[in-house]
């Protein structure tokens, strides 16, 4: 074709058409040219990161010859399924610091002869946790973390019927809102600096709870076990537990303990006994309600305090102290079932009772020897209201009825202007 | 064509034949039949099984029965995929094996009044244990929303469960339960009612038609809410402890207790039955106590009220019967009702009052029986100061005199009497 000669508005046309032909070209350009660096990959979420953690099975965590799965590396594990124990293993062993294992809900069941459901196997390790599931049946303990050097959390577990221990960990350790019973030794057991918080420990072999020095327990149940619901070593704080029904005491400390807020019901011994050793100090009983236990309600040794606490229907005294204590403030009733039992029972020397009450004992006041202060205490409706031997600083008043009052003003002092007296009444 | 015209032409054409390789994609397709490059369904699955390992609650994994939707009768970890819609006649889920977790994953399972006397979540079977329900709703059950009780499964938790308008219980439990973190409101019933040795741990209930958390002997229940429930706010059995908790707006009382039982750092405010009952042998320890619409603290026998406030109850700020302790408590304004109200009253014997200050009450030291010691107490602008019936022991009552101003460091004293027992009207 000879555009020269061809007529000018068709050179127009294939010019428009030329340019239409390598604009659309050009508008077909998909993208940059430049690729991004690296190899191609997928862009979708991998299984990784929609499950970080680890699942405990035969090819992530396989066992060996005692047990049937085994976590040799830090990280972050969970199950996918119960786990049935076999003869001679453990369920889980943990043979590592810096584990957390999630049970996921579901049920790990010992068979005889296994050993433990999880256990820490390598000593001295730290930060583990273990939670959200349970353990029963095993043959050793439902968990047994005390190999570990600190840092251990233990939550949401219910362990039992197994034929240790429910839960035993070691120092610093942290239990919350765990159940333990039927356990063949003890329900929870710690060691020293721990925390039990939320917990419930029932119909175990030994006692419920119990801790090493320096640890906290609150707001626990314990129960029906087979002796004591609560017991605590040196140094530990127990406040707003129950203890009821247990073989034992309801609350067993060591010296240097302090129990506050708590309940102590119906045990086969003491409601609650701190013992104390002479120059270590004793232990802070205060605001408790000791009801219908056994043995005595509170019984003290050396240098402790019990205040504002409410103790009746103990089968012996309802507060016993040895020496250096201070009972301070207390209601005492009805601690009597024959007998020579009191109210207060002071068996040792140095020992300040002041401003208490004490009705319905056999005694409501009984001092066994010399070197006692007694004042500002009041006793009413015991078969002896007194009992105290010679050689105490000790001023009992008959209190004088007075006549009826209606106003501002009448009476007299009851008996006595000494700002220490004790009164009968 | 001129060797111009040529030029043009072959530019054009390397133009066009330039950009034809710029667009995406070869135009040879693959080798072999076409088939789609994404994930199966199946695929999918299987990559989800792998992670969730859980079994969840369906008609495949967790069939129902003739009284349930769902049916979970073997131990291991179960989740809800959706929320749940009761029917007549049958429980959500149905629990017949012990060593259950159920998370709800934060669904809501509802039900309806007309279902009949049907659980959210039910336990059937007797002696079972260890089971856990968490993280999820009920609502409109026809019985409880969670039961756990009738059966009395033991050792248990429910964490993070919040249960509305049941035509039973909120939340029901068997003996030695973990119930923590939850709500309940609107049941007909009580809103947590548990067997013995439970401990109940930052539950808040409300408006519930009997109780807002009832709980068998031995148990602890702390920081925990109970509001405008029908009878008690929180009511508790022998030997437990109620610590850190509220009770507000309960027809009945606010926190009552039976015998040994301590309570302490509670408040009950405005209970149209007694702020706190007592029975006999617990502590109640540093509580306020205000607006009740009967007493304040009720106790009965030897018990200790030490340290608390009350205020503005319409009978008695502190009542007792026989051999308790009430000292160091500060009432004011108590005794609104009509009748002879005290600030504190003693309606038995062997009572030991002291150290408490009285405060514009009715009657301020309202003493019925004798055989009581009264002493240190301080009493002002109540209607009637004392009444206290012949045959007490107590300190002198003394008027005291007003004292003249007091500026620099020492003054007479101004109380009328030095005996240290002594009672003051001021």
């Not at chain 1, 205490?377 to 209201?385: A, E, H, I, L, Q």
């Not at chain 2, 540093?286 to 026998?301: M, Y």
């Amino acid at each position: 074709m000879n555009l020269k000669d061809t007529n000018p508005r068709v050179k127009t046309v294939f010019s428009l058409s030329t340019l239409a032909l390598i604009l659309t070209a050009a508008a077909l350009y998909a993208g940059p040219l430049n690729p991004p660096v690296g190899p191609v990959a997928s862009t979708h979420k991998t299984l990784t990161e929609v499950e970080p953690r680890i699942a405990i099975n035969a090819t992530n965590t396989p066992g060996d010859a005692d047990s049937l799965f085994k976590i040799g590396a830090p990280g972050s594990y969970y199950l996918t399924g119960n786990i049935q124990g076999v003869s001679g293993k453990h369920g889980i062993e943990i043979a590592g610091g810096g584990v957390s294992l999630d049970l996921n809900g579901f049920d790990m069941v010992g068979a005889p002869g296994s050993l433990d459901g999880i256990r820490l196997t390598l000593s001295g390790q730290t930060n583990l946790t273990v939670r959200n599931g349970s353990l029963r049946l095993w043959r050793g303990c439902g968990i047994d973390l005390s190999a570990s050097a600190g840092n251990v959390s233990i939550h949401d577990i219910n362990a039992d019927s197994n034929t240790l221990d429910g839960i035993r960990v070691s120092d610093g350790a942290s239990v919350v809102r765990c159940t333990a019973s039927y356990n063949g030794a003890g329900g929870l057991r710690m060691s020293n600096g721990g925390q039990a918080e939320g917990c419930i420990a029932s119909w175990n072999g030994t006692e419920g709870i119990r801790t090493g020095d320096g640890c906290t327990v609150s707001n626990c149940s314990a129960f029906q076990n087979a002796s004591d619901g609560l017991r605590v070593e040196i140094g530990c704080t127990v406040s707003n537990c129950s203890a009821s029904n247990n073989t034992g005491n309801g609350i067993n400390t060591a010296y240097g303990c302090t129990v506050s807020n708590c309940a102590a019901f119906g045990n086969a011994n003491n409601g609650i006994l701190c013992f104390g050793f002479f120059g270590n100090g004793g232990c802070t009983v205060a605001h408790c309600t000791v009801y219908s236990n056994t043995g005595s309600g509170i019984d003290v040794n050396f240098g402790s305090t019990v205040n504002d606490c409410t103790v009746r229907h103990n089968i012996l005294d309802g507060i016993r102290c040895g020496s250096q204590c201070t009972i301070r403030g207390n209601t005492c009733t009805n601690n009597y079932t024959g007998g020579t039992n009191a109210g207060i029972h002071a068996i040792g020397n140095d020992n300040r009772i002041e401003g208490n009450s004490c009705t319905g004992a056999a005694r409501g006041i009984d001092v066994d020897l010399a070197g006692n202060i007694i004042i500002r205490n009041t006793c009413s409706g015991n078969t002896t209201n007194w009992d105290v031997v010679a050689g105490n600083v000790c001023l009992v008043v008959q209190g004088v009825t007075g006549a009826a009052i209606l106003g501002n003003t009448g009476g007299v002092a009851p008996g006595s202007t000494d700002p220490n007296a004790n009164f009968s009444y | 064509m001129t060797r111009q015209h040529l030029i043009a032409a072959f530019a054009t054409l390397a133009l066009i034949a330039t950009a034809g390789p710029l667009t995406a994609g070869p135009l040879t397709p693959p080798v072999g039949p076409v088939a789609p490059t994404g994930k199966t369904t199946q695929e999918v699955f299987d990559k989800v099984a792998a992670v969730e390992s859980r079994i969840a609650i369906n008609a495949t994994n967790t069939p129902g029965d003739a009284d349930s939707l769902f049916k979970i009768t073997v131990p291991g970890s179960y989740y809800l995929t959706g929320n749940v819609t009761g029917v007549v006649g049958k429980h959500g889920i149905e629990i017949t094996a012990g060593n259950v977790t159920l998370d709800l994953g934060g669904f809501t399972l509802t039900g309806f009044t007309a279902m009949g006397n049907f659980d959210g979540v039910s336990v059937t079977t007797p002696a079972l244990g260890s089971i856990t329900v968490l993280n999820g709703s009920f609502r409109n059950w026809g019985d409880d929303g969670v039961d756990l009780g009738t059966w009395n499964a033991v050792n248990c938790r429910i964490e993070g469960v919040h249960v509305v308008n049941s035509v039973g219980n909120g939340v029901v439990t068997g003996f030695g339960t973990i119930v923590s973190n939850c709500s309940a409101s609107f049941n007909d019933v009580s809103g947590i009612s548990t067997a013995d040795n439970c401990v109940v741990l930052n539950c808040i209930t409300f408006y519930n038609s009997i109780n807002g958390i009832v709980t068998g002997p031995g148990s602890a229940v702390s920081y925990c809410s109970a509001y405008a429930n029908t009878v008690s706010g929180i009511a508790t059995s022998l030997g437990s402890t109620v610590v850190n908790c509220s009770a507000y707006n309960n027809s009945g009382g606010g926190i009552s207790v039976s015998g040994g039982c301590a309570v302490s750092n509670c408040t009950a405010y405005s209970n149209t039955g007694d702020g706190i009952t007592a029975l006999d042998g617990s502590t109640v320890t540093s509580c306020t106590v205000n607006n009740n619409e009967a007493r304040g603290i009720g106790a009965a026998n030897g018990c200790q009220i030490t340290r608390c406030t009350t205020r503005n109850n319409a009978l008695d700020g502190i009542s007792v019967n026989f051999s308790s302790t009430v000292t160091g408590n500060t009432c004011n304004g108590d005794g609104t009702a009509a009748g002879n109200q005290g600030g504190i009253r003693v309606l038995g014997q062997a009572n030991r009052i002291e150290g408490n200050n009285v405060t514009y009450a009715d009657r301020g030291l309202l003493v019925d029986s004798g055989g009581n010691v009264i002493i240190r107490n301080t009493v002002k602008g109540c209607t009637l100061n004392w009444s206290i019936v012949a045959g007490n022991a107590y300190g002198a009552i003394v008027a005291t005199p007003a004292g003249a101003a007091v500026s620099g460091n020492t003054a007479a004293a101004a109380l009328g009497t030095t005996d240290p027992d002594a009672n003051f009207t001021y």
